[in-house]
């Protein structure tokens, strides 16, 4: 299928092996990525707070690229704040005509234009409700068995439910543990997979923030979880970039690798760690590391 | 609801988290099987367990219709009133079919189900000036309200002090001293009121206090708790938004400034630039910023995230030096979306508390095909805020007489 692909900035950035993962995963999954890299940063919810209409019409200018996209299904993006964000906006933009209207002639000056009716799915949801979890289950190449895999949601794409459009139908907020065990893994629960990794107010109050993400490190850590797996990379970078910080934080040893949801996807579908760039994350994924050349070797 | 009421009585477990700090002993689970119908509430089966089986379980409630918010609990570990919840309901989501009720959180236990509200919860709301200061001389004849400010209070006059979002705040778990979302929703019913005269002060001091509105860690958890749609973080982010972007106001959080960093990096690049998004946050808007002195203690302070993320490669100098940008047509065209916007006299915002939506958004999200974006037509629309600013709206659907104080 071919997606209007919208990689976010920070995969861009400071997360550079999603985006990378995502590339190496996308043709394994005949997942056309079409990369909307004319697209602006969708704010984050920090844009909104300075001026919401400002928010509302970049997003609606990178949804208007994404409906110009030849052929292209849904837009996909790899980023649970994008999620979102964007989300958000495109609530405002849909739900008012005269707003909708007055957002296209800001628009206008570059012949664009957001028609109602976008549907922009992470990467999460897709794998789920556009391939379906039978055909991953059957593309696995190498099951994720015995790998105890703890899902980090993050904030942005479990609420608000009504705006996600999570509902029984829909449970969106329980997705990362149906994928995990689709690819064979171990699903830990723990208390902060659905919580804040404190990442919003990392510099307005850095210790409440790394006490949250070294809370649910410590958490997935005590219910002994392998890795963590997480569909947002700003919810990486504070549990795993900062992690060294977050363990002084809880007073505590954490060692907790955080792995990117393609990644994850990634290695059941045969790739190694070292394709899917784990070895730039600042916690060494040497659990998921050992366990992959175990299983290799014993397939040799 | 004639036929639920025909449906008869049924067995309900419940399992009760009791606790009596008095005792010294840990607290436990008690369970106790009740006979209601299952339309019935949760509160009327703790009631009869209590008038059944055993008296000394502690609940506090009232009005039993949702008015009162005395009965806040958890229910299977969500937020809910206890009188607002039905059995069936209550049971559906339950682990095992049994139904857990636990006091709420980030509030000490007195007794069982009942926490203290006084300690926690009402205290923080005496602290936002929970009253009006009306601009003086407070005129003769009643003062007239536009509607669409009514309206638009009414969102956080609609609480009723329940605690739910209190309950369920994560920053507070972290950081007790917040001044929490009840309280900041309580806070915007005076700022976004026409009649009060200390718009500016009251939001100083909200941003200067560093447990104010730069402490909200944006987690919606609030905004799914409240059972009255509040919106409580809803109604923190428009605080920020005046503060910030109508009162122009400097705040030793960095609020003001990561907020500035933030939209400055993405006009000039289309995208964001962390590695300068940080330093510029603690000093400064602009390029100079990290040689700030906040921004340079900061840096120490990260050196052993830092260090261990250049060795990883994580982040490469040149990455770090060099923002990523959007092609330089692209970037024009966002900095023209830019100028034209923060040109205008007036930020537009559409409040959809205020608007409502259009009458044929609902209908296009049934007709729209599975899995479509949820944003389409989401019933409950009320998270968007405005400031009492104009409105792109047309006229607006909620109710209000236009002028009296409820």
């Keep these: ?300 | 609801m004639a036929e639920t009421r025909e449906r008869p009585p049924e067995p309900f477990t419940l399992r009760l988290r009791r606790y009596d700090p008095s005792s010294g002993e840990a607290p436990y689970w008690d369970e106790h099987t009740v006979e209601l119908e299952p339309h019935r509430s949760v509160l009327e089966a703790i009631l009869q367990a209590r008038d059944r089986f055993d008296g000394s379980i502690g609940i506090r409630c009232s009005c039993r219709q949702a008015i009162c918010g005395s009965c806040g609990v958890r229910i299977n570990g969500e937020p809910a009133l206890a009188c607002h919840t039905h059995l069936d309901e209550a049971k559906g989501s339950a682990r095992g079919g049994v139904i857990e009720v636990e006091p709420m959180g980030n509030m000490p236990v007195l007794k069982d189900l009942i926490v203290d509200m006084d300690a926690v919860h009402w205290k923080k709301i005496r602290r936002v000036t929970p009253w009006l200061l009306p601009k003086q001389p407070v005129p003769e004849r009643e003062y007239l309200v536009p509607r669409e400010a009514m309206v638009d209070v009414t969102q956080t006059m609609a609480c009723i002090q329940c605690g739910a979002c209190v309950s369920d705040c994560l920053s507070m778990e972290v950081d007790p001293g917040f001044i929490g979302p009840a309280a900041l929703a309580k806070s915007y019913r005076f700022v976004g009121d026409p009649r009060d005269d200390e718009q500016y002060t009251r939001l100083n001091d909200l941003a200067q206090d560093p447990q104010g509105i730069f402490d909200c860690t944006h987690c919606f958890k609030c905004v799914e708790a409240c059972p009255k749609d509040v919106n409580p973080m809803g109604q923190i982010m428009r605080q920020r938004r005046i503060a910030t972007s109508d009162h122009h106001i400097k705040d030793p959080n960095n609020g003001k400034r990561h907020e500035a960093a933030f939209t400055s990096l993405v006009r000039d690049n289309g995208l964001l630039w962390e590695a300068e998004l940080l330093p510029r946050s603690y000093g400064g808007n602009s390029w100079w910023g990290k040689f700030a002195p906040a921004a340079g203690k900061e840096l120490l302070s990260s050196l052993p995230a830092i260090v261990k993320a250049l060795l990883r490669r994580k982040v490469t100098p040149g990455a770090a030096l060099k923002p990523h940008r959007i092609p330089p047509a692209d970037r024009k065209s966002v900095q023209s979306i830019y100028d034209t916007i923060e040109g205008r006299e007036k930020r537009v915002e559409l409040n959809l508390y205020i608007v409502g939506e259009d009458e044929d958004v609902a209908s296009a999200a049934k007709e729209a095909t599975d899995g479509a974006t949820a944003t389409v037509g989401a019933p409950s629309a009320a998270d968007t805020a405005t400031g009492p600013e104009e409105t792109a709206a047309p006229e607006p659907a909620g109710e209000s007489d236009g002028g009296g104080e409820q």
């Design chain 1, 1 to 300: 299928m071919k997606v209007a692909y919208w990689p976010g900035c920070v995969s861009r950035g400071f997360t550079p092996e999603l985006h990378g993962s995502m590339a190496k995963v996308a043709p394994l999954l005949d997942i056309e990525l079409v990369e909307l890299d004319r697209g602006s940063c969708c704010g984050a919810g920090v844009i909104a707070e300075h001026n919401q209409e400002l928010a509302d019409t970049l997003n609606a200018r990178t949804f208007a690229l994404a409906q110009q996209v030849d052929g292209a299904e849904l837009m996909m993006n790899i980023c649970s704040t994008c999620q979102g964000a964007q989300s958000e906006c495109q609530e405002r933009l849909d739900a008012n005509a005269e707003y909708r209207s007055q957002v296209n002639s800001t628009l206008a000056g570059e012949g664009l234009s957001y028609e109602r009716g976008l549907t922009n799915k992470n990467f999460l949801w897709l794998l789920v409700e556009e391939i379906g979890l039978e055909r991953l289950r059957a593309q696995v190449k190498q099951p994720l068995t015995n790998l105890k895999v703890g899902p980090f949601y993050g904030c942005y794409i479990v609420r608000p439910r009504n705006r996600l459009g999570i509902d029984e139908e829909h449970p969106r907020d329980h997705y990362l543990e149906m994928l995990i065990e689709a690819l064979g893994g171990t699903v830990i629960k723990y208390a902060g997979m659905r919580k804040c990794c404190g990442f919003p107010i990392i510099t307005m109050n850095k210790e409440a923030s790394l006490k949250q993400a070294g809370r649910h490190l410590g958490d997935a850590a005590d219910a002994d979880a392998d890795c963590l797996v997480t569909p947002c990379p700003l919810c990486h970078l504070n549990l795993d970039l900062q992690q060294p910080l977050a363990e002084r934080a809880v007073g505590r040893e954490l060692r907790m690798p955080v792995l990117h949801l393609p990644q994850l996807v990634g290695l059941a579908l045969g790739l190694a760690p070292s394709e899917l760039g784990m070895s730039r994350h600042v916690v060494r994924p040497s659990s998921v590391i050992d366990w992959s050349a175990a299983v290799v070797a014993a397939a040799a």
